[in-house]
């Protein structure tokens, strides 16, 4: 069963534009997870937040908790063509195995 | 850096084959996990092991086996294939200090047909 749901399902932007999605999900974390997967290619780990974390970024990556909202938030800023992909938020619990979204798919024309 | 190395990237198979996909890891990574990715339903885990000799049931293990008999490698068996498994199948392993607080790293997948 899915834990972490992202919305919107499906974004298309310019290049240098900001690009925004949200993952909501249902019980309490211990972390969550954002990876990336371009067209053919496996999952990449983007960034982890921890559940006592409230903001944290990694290059143009910036990542927000909101464990009252169960809810995470991922900025790509001055997005590239390169950006292009499906993105994916992936909870865990304590101890249990990641549960991943079904994802967004980001396109980034030039 | 070869990382997760899954073998084969395709295969197609008729109804009632069977085959095992290998997963194969150089990070001395003690979790691996199979998972599934269908259009429209991200990924779902169907078995993961904890440790060489040990294997556990994910969300969706039925028609599937594994085995871990080398740390690297981690199989995944399809003893009888049936068209419902056509997907996308991905291998997946972490460090040891805790598989739910490690980032996972993939494999590019397996992409298997039943016909």
């Known amino acids: 069963s899915q834990q972490g749901e992202e919305d919107p399902q499906a974004l298309s932007i310019q290049e240098g534009e900001n690009a925004t999605m949200n993952c909501s999900y249902k019980?309490?974390?211990?972390?969550l997870q954002w990876y990336r997967q371009n067209s053919g290619r496996g999952l990449v780990h983007l960034i982890l937040?921890?559940?006592?974390?409230r903001e944290k970024h990694s290059g143009r990556l910036r990542v927000t908790l909101d464990t009252s909202k169960k809810s995470s938030s991922l900025l790509i800023t001055a997005s590239r063509a390169a950006d292009t992909a499906s993105y994916f938020c992936?909870?865990?619990?304590?101890?249990?195995?990641?549960?991943f979204g079904k994802g967004t798919t980001l396109s980034v024309s030039s | 850096n070869a990382g997760v190395t899954q073998t084969p990237k395709f295969r197609v198979l008729k109804t009632g084959q069977s085959m095992t996909l290998l997963c194969a890891q150089d990070?001395?990574?003690?979790?691996m996990y199979w998972y599934r990715q269908d259009p429209g339903m991200g990924l779902r885990l169907i078995h993961y092991?904890?440790?060489?000799?040990?294997?556990a049931k994910g969300e969706v293990p039925d028609g599937y086996n594994v085995s871990r008999l080398k740390k690297q490698n981690f199989l995944l068996g399809l003893e009888s294939a049936a068209p419902s498994q056509t997907s996308v199948y991905f291998c997946?392993?972490?460090?040891?200090?805790?598989?739910?607080?490690?980032?996972?790293?993939f494999g590019d997948g397996t992409r298997l047909s039943i016909l």
């Open positions: 997946a392993s972490s460090s040891p200090r805790s598989h739910s607080n490690q980032p996972q790293h």
């Open positions: 019980t309490s974390i211990n972390n």
């Open positions: 937040i921890r559940s006592n974390e």
């Open positions: 992936a909870t865990a619990g304590a101890g249990t195995a990641l549960i």
């Open positions: 990070m001395n990574h003690e979790y």
């Open positions: 092991s904890v440790g060489e000799g040990t294997t």
